[in-house]
């Protein structure tokens, strides 16, 4: 961790292959961030958990989960805005995808009661809350799958589904996107259904009253449009949208229909 206190963090989608990439949108961002007066260290933190980083009262810029954020950050932190993917939704929004086998005979959502679901954590909106949400109809009439499996990683859920340890997982769209690139199990896998787009992943920094959130969100901007196509590419990314906390209320209310569903 810095000497100085002051971290940065963006483990959402930092798959070792695009580790470089995302060390160099780091240094442009760092440097736009010092340009308008903050204190953004020289390097990416790693070694440290995101959910320990999320709440350092050091954190210039992260980012996070539309769930933890809205269960418990949003007294640590402010939301800067909320990058936007090249993924075909509205700039800002993601979904997830529900993915089986390819040879697997699923034909819609109704033929996964009894199944076995991986998931990646009981706290991600992508692979957990979403996905019970999107089954609470098929819920009514009891328990949806066989059995839960908890993956650790989206990218660990694409290898279970396709190694038949599972039958089906929610995944982020851009962790998919990113699979369909660098995770030779993904070509195993289909798309079965997609989840209702929902505010993406949000940048946060820490609430600190000498902090402009508007004025961070500004320096994002600058740097995003300064990052070389062929990064941008790579991580996916084309735009930053001005979401703000409250944008976030719908994944708090999905996620209290969510609870009450028996995955």
Not at 118 to 123: E, T
């Amino acid at each position: 961790m810095a000497a100085d206190g002051f971290v940065a963090t963006l483990p959402m989608y930092d798959w070792p292959e695009v580790h470089a990439a995302n060390d160099h949108y780091w240094n442009c961002l760092r440097d736009s961030l010092r340009d308008h007066g903050f204190p953004a260290p020289d390097r990416l933190e790693r070694d440290v958990s995101a959910t320990e980083l999320w709440r350092n009262p050091g954190l210039v810029l992260g980012q996070t989960c539309g769930l933890p954020l809205v269960r418990d950050l949003l007294r640590h932190v402010s939301v800067v805005g909320t990058p936007a993917y090249d993924i075909d939704c509205g700039a800002g929004s993601y979904f997830s995808v529900i993915v089986v086998r390819r040879e697997s005979a699923y034909a819609n959502i109704e033929d996964l009661k009894g199944s076995r679901l991986a998931f990646n954590s009981p706290c991600s909106q992508s692979g957990c809350a979403a996905l019970a949400y999107h089954l609470r109809n098929l819920a009514k009439d009891g328990q949806v799958f066989s059995s839960t499996v908890q993956s650790g990683s989206h990218r660990g859920s694409i290898r279970m589904v396709a190694g038949k340890e599972a039958d089906v997982a929610a995944i982020d769209a851009v962790a998919w996107r990113l699979a369909e690139r660098h995770e030779a199990a993904a070509a195993e896998l289909r798309v079965l259904a997609v989840t209702d787009p929902l505010p993406g992943l949000p940048m946060i920094c820490a609430r600190r009253g000498e902090w402009s959130a508007d004025r961070m969100h500004l320096a994002v901007v600058e740097a995003m449009a300064a990052l070389e196509p062929d990064i941008a590419d790579t991580l996916l990314l084309n735009g930053f949208a001005q979401l703000k906390s409250s944008d976030y209320a719908v994944i708090a209310n999905r996620a209290e229909i969510a609870n009450s569903v028996a995955l």
